[in-house]
């Protein structure tokens, strides 16, 4: 014959339990949309801050060039703060996007997605070259001073910037707002598939550069 108490007691205990877990569940979920993202953006956006004060001052880099100390790499530790400040801004818009809708509105959307690639562009092509400067200056280390200097890794970085620029100029093209979802429209969606998967080449080829 069946415990009717202690059915109870089992069928309680687990709808404690049930409660509980949904209970940290919802605690996690407001933690990482509320908490976590704006967290993230705050610290970032000092940190970077200062960063750009400290490499953009000229005094800063006359100082380490009279040092003997070569600045072949600041020029793109200076950018790329500002490419992950610009990311950080999205980010936050991203957020603010939990209270009121600020993404899904035209050239808003189209803005943010194409700025999105390009500061992805940029941070990992910028990780790239600094890099490969690097393993220059150790394989050879008497000829750093005559091809590395802060003039060519600057013209280098603007250089990538234009390429990111130009590589993802079709974007905006393809983005627009559907069903009040920032999202590629469905007659040019074949396009966005096909460039999302040069994309992936693209990608490819500087994890394994």
């Avoid at 059915?7 to 605690?27: D, G, I, P, Q």
């Avoid at 707002?177 to 598939?193: P, Y």
Wanted: hydrophobic content about 50%; overall charge positive.
């Amino acid at each position: 014959m069946i415990d009717a108490e202690n059915v109870t007691s089992t069928s309680l205990n687990n709808s404690l339990n049930t409660v509980k877990l949904l209970s940290h569940t919802t605690l996690l979920e407001f933690f990482f949309r509320h908490v976590y993202l704006l967290l993230l953006v705050v610290i970032g956006c000092i940190g970077n801050g200062f960063v750009i004060i400290v490499f953009g001052q000229r005094a800063l880099r006359t100082t380490i060039a009279s040092m003997g100390s070569n600045m072949s790499v600041y020029p793109f530790l200076f950018y790329m703060a500002i490419s992950d400040t610009i990311y950080l801004s999205i980010l936050f818009c991203l957020w603010l996007s939990n209270y009121i809708n600020i993404l899904h509105r035209p050239v808003v959307c189209q803005l943010t997605l194409y700025l999105t690639y390009v500061c992805n562009f940029i941070s990992a092509y910028y990780t790239v070259s600094f890099t490969a400067q690097r393993l220059f200056a150790v394989v050879k280390p008497f000829r750093v001073s005559h091809v590395l200097s802060w003039y060519r890794s600057r013209c280098l970085a603007l250089f990538i910037i234009c390429i990111a620029c130009l590589i993802y100029s079709y974007l905006p093209f393809l983005i627009g707002i559907v069903n009040g979802q920032c999202f590629s429209l469905k007659h040019l969606r074949w396009i966005n598939e096909l460039m999302d998967i040069v994309d992936c080449f693209v990608v490819f080829l500087r994890d394994h550069s």
